[in-house]
C-alpha cells in the first residue's frame, strides 16, 4: 500500500532530540523552544511566534486572545477542520459560514462582506491543501470594518500570496506541526503575531495564566497547551531543511499534475498567478457527470494498493453543530461538492517518481473511461 503520508526524520531531528533527552530539558522549557519559535517567526515574515501543542489549541489561544465578547461573530468557511469552529465555539462565539470559491477549494472571498453584521469581530481564512486563499480583499474588508484576521496557515508551510510567505497576513496566524505537515513535531502548533498585546495574552493563556509575580494566583482561566522542548527540537531540525521539503512538496505537485491532467474525469488542483502552491495534499475532485463519488473511487484505489483520505465535511454538515443549533439551513453548494467528489492521494514526503507513476496508473485504471 502506498500512505497518504510519511514524515521525514533525519540525523539532525536525532541529535537534537537526545540533546534534550541527556540534558534533562524534557518538558516546556529549554532552548529549542525559543529557537524554534523565533526561527519560524522569521521564516514567515513575522516579529513573534507562540509554541502551542497543536494547531487547534493555537487557534483556540487565537480567539481568546482577542477578547471578544459572547455572542460576537467570526467569518470562517465552511470547507476546513472542525478545530476552526471549535476554536470559535469554545470561546462563546458565532461561526459564521462562507462557502469555497471551485478552483482553490478556499473560502470564497465575494461572498464574505455579505455575512457581515454589526457583531463580526473577526475573520478566520484558511489556506487549503497548500494553496493561499486571495488574502487582499479580505485585508481590505477588515480595514473597512476594523476587524481582526486570524490566519490558518496550517497547512500552508511556504506558501506564498504575491511573494509573502501564507502565515504573514493575519493579526494573528495559526500553524500545526502535526506529522502530517510539511515541517513537523510529532504534535505541535505555533501562533505568529507582530502583536505585543497578542504575545503577552497568549503565552499566559497557553501556560494556565499563571503570572510571573504572583504564581498560584489567578485573575483569568487559561490552558495548559504547552509545547516541550523534544518537540520543539523536532521542529528546529526540521525547519533547517525546509526548503528542501517545500521543493519536495512542489516536486509532487507537478508530477501528478503532468500526469493527470489530461483525465476529463477529474478536476486537479491550480496555481493562480498570484500564488505560489505547496501541494500540502494533492487533491483531486472527481467531475460530477463522471457517475462515481469519492468514495466509490478511494476503494477502487485502495483495491490496487493506493492509499486517500476523503476531504472535509463542511462545517454546517456536521451533526454536532445541528444538535447545538447551528448552520441548520445552511447550503453551500462548493463544498458540499467537494466534500463528496474530493480526496487526496499519496504526498507524502518520501513518495518517489515511481510511485507517483503507479498512483498516476492506478488513477486511470479506476476511472470507467478512461
Ligand atoms: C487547516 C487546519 N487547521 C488546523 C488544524 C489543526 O491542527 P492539529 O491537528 O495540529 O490540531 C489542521 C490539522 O490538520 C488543519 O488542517
Redesign the pocket.
Known amino acids: 500500500m502506498i500512505p497518504v503520508n510519511e514524515p521525514l526524520i533525519g540525523e539532525k531531528e536525532v541529535e537534537y532530540v537526545l540533546d534534550c533527552l541527556k540534558t534533562g530539558w524534557i518538558s516546556s522549557a529549554g532552548k529549542y523552544i525559543q529557537e524554534f519559535e523565533e526561527k519560524w517567526a522569521d521564516y514567515c515574515g513575522m516579529k513573534y511566534g507562540i509554541a502551542v501543542s497543536?494547531?487547534?489549541?493555537?487557534?483556540e489561544t487565537a480567539v481568546a486572545c482577542i477578547d471578544l465578547k459572547h455572542g460576537e461573530e467570526v467569518i470562517m468557511p465552511t470547507f476546513?477542520?472542525i478545530?476552526?469552529a471549535q476554536a470559535i465555539i469554545r470561546n462563546n462565539n458565532i461561526p459564521v459560514l462562507v462557502d469555497s470559491e471551485p478552483r482553490t477549494w478556499c473560502m470564497d472571498v465575494t461572498k464574505i462582506e455579505q455575512k457581515i453584521t454589526p457583531k463580526t469581530r473577526a475573520i478566520m481564512p484558511?489556506?487549503?491543501y497548500g494553496h493561499p486563499v486571495d488574502m487582499d480583499p479580505i485585508i481590505d474588508l477588515a480595514k473597512k470594518y476594523n476587524l481582526i484576521i486570524i490566519e490558518?496557515a496550517?497547512?500552508a508551510h511556504g506558501a506564498e500570496y504575491k511573494g509573502k510567505k501564507c502565515g504573514s497576513f493575519g493579526d494573528i496566524s495559526?500553524f500545526?506541526?502535526?506529522a502530517?505537515?510539511i515541517i513537523t513535531t510529532g504534535?505541535?502548533?505555533m501562533l505568529l503575531t507582530n502583536n505585543k498585546e497578542f504575545v503577552e495574552k497568549s503565552r499566559s493563556f497557553r501556560n494556565l495564566c499563571f503570572k510571573k509575580e504572583k504564581r498560584f494566583y489567578h485573575t483569568e482561566m487559561g490552558c495548559n497547551f504547552r509545547l516541550t522542548n523534544l518537540q520543539a527540537a523536532i521542529g528546529l531540525a526540521q525547519l533547517e531543511r525546509i526548503d528542501e521539503l517545500v521543493e519536495k512538496k512542489r516536486w509532487i505537485g507537478h508530477a501528478y499534475n503532468e500526469r493527470l491532467k489530461d483525465i476529463p474525469e477529474l478536476i486537479i488542483p491550480v496555481e493562480e498567478p498570484w500564488a505560489k502552491n505547496v501541494y500540502w495534499m494533492y487533491g483531486v475532485v472527481l467531475n460530477e457527470n463522471t457517475g462515481t463519488d469519492a468514495k466509490e473511487f478511494s476503494k477502487r484505489l485502495r483495491d490496487r494498493g493506493i492509499d486517500t483520505r476523503p476531504f472535509f465535511l463542511g462545517m454546517h454538515e456536521q451533526p454536532v453543530f445541528h444538535d447545538m443549533g447551528l448552520f441548520k439551513n445552511g447550503h453551500y453548494p462548493v463544498a458540499e461538492q467537494l466534500a463528496r467528489q474530493g480526496l487526496y492521494l499519496p504526498s507524502g514526503m518520501t513518495l518517489t517518481q515511481e510511485q507517483i507513476e503507479q498512483v498516476a496508473q492506478a488513477v486511470k485504471n479506476s476511472l470507467k473511461n478512461y
Open positions: 497543536n494547531g487547534t489549541t493555537a487557534l476546513t477542520i478545530s476552526c484558511v489556506h487549503i490558518d496550517a497547512e495559526c500545526s506541526f502535526y502530517n505537515k504534535e505541535g502548533g
